[in-house]
């Protein structure tokens, strides 16, 4: 059971930066696609970024390319999200969520319509303000 724990959400002006973090355990397989997704209430959950925990390879939603850069630490089991050029429609709650389903390619899980991911953590806050 791979259990996921977020941090470093919080307020921000608009412009400015925040790096979430993900710290994962309890993997059982070589390699994972980890994620970052955002929900507002009342609206669908939006992937934001994926990262293969073996490759180090990521894909992103159009909306945060070249804002935001997704990486993990050598033991690939903390996984960030580095967001600068915050916007106030960056404003969500913001969950990690791993799967082993490596074989169909990490970026299938931020298109839309894509399967969901097995583990989620309980997310973290993120607001921006104008």
């Known amino acids: 059971q791979v259990q996921l724990v977020e941090s470093g959400g919080g307020s921000v002006q608009a412009g400015g930066s925040l790096r979430l973090s993900c710290a994962a355990s309890?993997?059982?397989?070589?390699?994972?696609?980890v994620g970052w997704f955002r929900q507002v209430p009342g609206k669908e959950r939006e992937g934001v970024a994926v990262?293969?925990?073996?490759?180090?390879?990521?894909a992103y939603v159009d909306s945060v390319k070249g804002r935001f850069t997704m990486s993990r630490d050598n033991t690939k089991t903390t996984l960030y999200l580095q967001m600068n050029s915050l916007k106030p429609e960056d404003t969500a709650m913001y969950f990690c969520?791993?799967?082993?389903?490596?074989?169909?390619?990490?970026?299938?899980?931020?298109?839309?319509?894509?399967?969901?991911?097995?583990?989620w953590g309980q997310g973290t806050q993120v607001t921006v303000s104008s």
């Open positions: 309890g993997y059982h397989y070589p390699s994972y696609c």
């Open positions: 990262i293969h925990t073996g490759s180090g390879l990521t």
């Open positions: 969520a791993a799967d082993s389903r490596t074989g169909m390619g990490c970026s299938t899980f931020v298109k839309s319509g894509s399967p969901p991911m097995t583990y």
